[in-house]
């Protein structure tokens, strides 16, 4: 039978070969003011990207896009200019909008 040693926490010379440090006080030094432990960087970008509706507005005109094409095989040829060219509309105006945020966001990040 196993006296159970095999599951037992390493003793204090196996922690002090790893590199870990004892206390909480030793982490607060290593850290330092800025909050970084040395050897770290802040991840980039420090700060996200504000939430938007375009995503959506492109799914949506793509919906659309496939609706008409779907539509299409009925052979009603008004339905399938008016719902294909609503979503195309809706496609491009979300793609304008999503790369305008981009740009703002990019001149944002410069200054």
């Known amino acids: 039978m196993s006296s159970g040693s095999e599951f037992q926490a390493p003793g204090q010379a ?3 070969s ?6 909480y006080e030793e982490v607060e030094r290593e850290v330092g003011r800025e909050g970084i432990p040395p050897g770290w960087h802040r991840p980039l970008p420090e700060r996200l990207p504000s939430p938007g509706y375009w995503p959506a507005i492109m799914a949506l005109g793509i919906t659309f896009m496939m609706w008409g ?6 052979e009603v040829l008004s339905t ?5 060219f609503i979503g195309f509309v809706l496609f491009v105006a979300a793609l304008i909008g999503w790369i305008g945020d ?3 966001e990019r001149k944002d ?3």
């Open 14 to 16: 196996a922690a002090e």
């Open 69 to 74: 094409l779907a539509v299409g095989f009925n």
């Open 18 to 23: 790893l590199g870990h440090p004892e206390s």
């Open 109 to 111: 990040q410069n200054e």
């Open 102 to 104: 981009l740009r703002d």
């Open 80 to 84: 399938i200019v008016i719902l294909s």
